[in-house]
């Protein structure tokens, strides 16, 4: 268990822990916890709530939390970590890798049936797989005929590995001309399976040797283990989930991708680890150290510089069904903000971040040394207000 100790400082987070707090008094979350950072030091802990409403469980500081996408900063710096061993260029096809991919074609634009296709312009990348613009897609936002194909295939199937993943995916057409546009799709499930080519090992294994063990994350996995069942937190969704500001929330079962309490075949890049809000601290701490925790060098400098640098061409920027995210691009596993959002301060610019589908966030701003974390189990809880309000009063308080 790692023990979250603040330093001795005079910021007052009352607004924030209030305004949280809020959340949980109306139901709309059923507890949470955070850690702020200054300079790389905590300098603020805190939880709300409860863990489990059923059975009467407070957070605690060792609360276990699904992290879903937040799984692909994770399965990001593992890829960068074999950039660093020269196991590969940012601008290798992906077909060098994955023989599967040598035969792909792409979606007409346009195209109602997903057997209308085309030539691809060039072949997809490393680069535009880490930048989510290779040309696959999720299958769950249904954007275009290919998602049919993604469904009626299940590619992320827990009973399949990553091996037999990416032969499904050899079979499918992309979704755009590689490079064109940035869309999020299961390009991290597929990264996840070149880490264990140019490694080796199994995803699992790489991540433990090469991240979780000298980063002293000693609660994060694939699956949660029996005998720590007991501090896995209860996932819940809105009753009304087209309101994120109604109260009212129901227990849900575990999603197949997401991180369980059994072992599966399917260590997915994407979406499939757990993690406490200690051991996700460690490993921010290791970004903001520039690839350096505690003594313990698992990226180049340059290297973390790389991740949290756009990408992506010139002209594309990150559109999520029904939300464009405005003055943001993307690095190698990061999105990457070039101006603040609405009503964010100036410190904002050159954040990076991404959060998780359960509502798992963190974000960085290099240029102040200002970061947070805040974790709920709530589905949808991407980007969802709370996380918003949480940052912007950290940022009152720390942002000068």
Known sequence: MTTLQTI?????????????????????????????????????????????????????????????????????????????????????????????????????????????????????????????????????????????????????????????????????????????????SVSVDVLGRLVEIWSGLPLDQFLQENIFEPLSMKDSGFYVPKESHHRLAANYVPVNPLDPMEGGLTLQPDHPIGATTTPKKLFSGGAGLASTLGDYTNFIQMLIGKGEWQGNRILKPETVKLMHTNQLPKGVGLVLPNWPMENTGFGLGLAVKSAPGEGEPDAAKGEYHWGGLAGTHSWVSPETGIAGIIFTQRLPGFFHPFSQDFKRLVYDVLAE
């Open 8 to 184: 001795e400082n005079n910021y007052d987070f009352s607004e924030m822990h209030d305004s949280i707090q809020t959340y949980v008094d109306k139901n709309i979350l059923s507890g949470a916890s955070s850690v702020v950072l200054k300079n790389n030091e905590i300098v603020d802990v805190k939880m709300w709530g409860q863990m489990d409403m059923e059975n009467n469980k407070p957070m605690q500081s060792d609360t276990i939390f699904r992290i879903f996408s937040n799984t692909k900063k994770v399965v990001s710096v593992a890829a960068m970590i074999m950039y660093d061993r020269a196991a590969f260029n940012l601008d290798d096809p992906l077909e060098k890798y994955i023989p599967e991919f040598e035969k792909l074609r792409v979606l007409k634009s346009g195209a109602e049936d997903p057997t209308q296709t085309e030539a691809l312009n060039s072949a997809p990348t490393v680069r535009q797989l880490m930048c989510h613009n290779a040309g696959f897609s999720y299958g769950i936002f249904v954007e275009s005929a290919v998602d049919t194909l993604y469904l009626d295939q299940n590619i992320l199937d827990a009973n399949n590995t990553l091996e037999q993943m990416v032969k499904k995916l050899g079979e499918i057409p992309l979704a755009s001309q590689p490079g064109s546009r940035w869309q999020y």
